[in-house]
């Protein structure tokens, strides 16, 4: 994890053996959100204060 600038975080989320597995993602704070199961995608208050929210599906890594 690292900071590409202030507003931007950078996270580094992969396994080498793995390579369908990456989940890398870039942040811009305030702006956008990762949630793992998604739940915090489809909710009503996360949704109206996020403009990007990021999740794990089963077979790929996705925005809504």
């Not at 900071?3 to 956008?32: A, Y």
């Not at 793992?36 to 999740?55: H, L, M, N, R, V």
């Amino acid at each position: 994890m690292g900071w590409v600038d202030e507003d931007t975080l950078n996270i580094i989320n992969q396994e080498p053996e793995f390579p369908g597995e990456d989940r890398s993602v870039e942040l811009q704070i305030g702006k956008g959100i990762y949630d793992e199961s998604g739940a915090a995608c489809i909710s009503i208050i996360i949704k109206d204060e996020y403009e990007t929210c990021y999740e794990r599906d089963k077979d790929s890594f996705f925005l809504h």
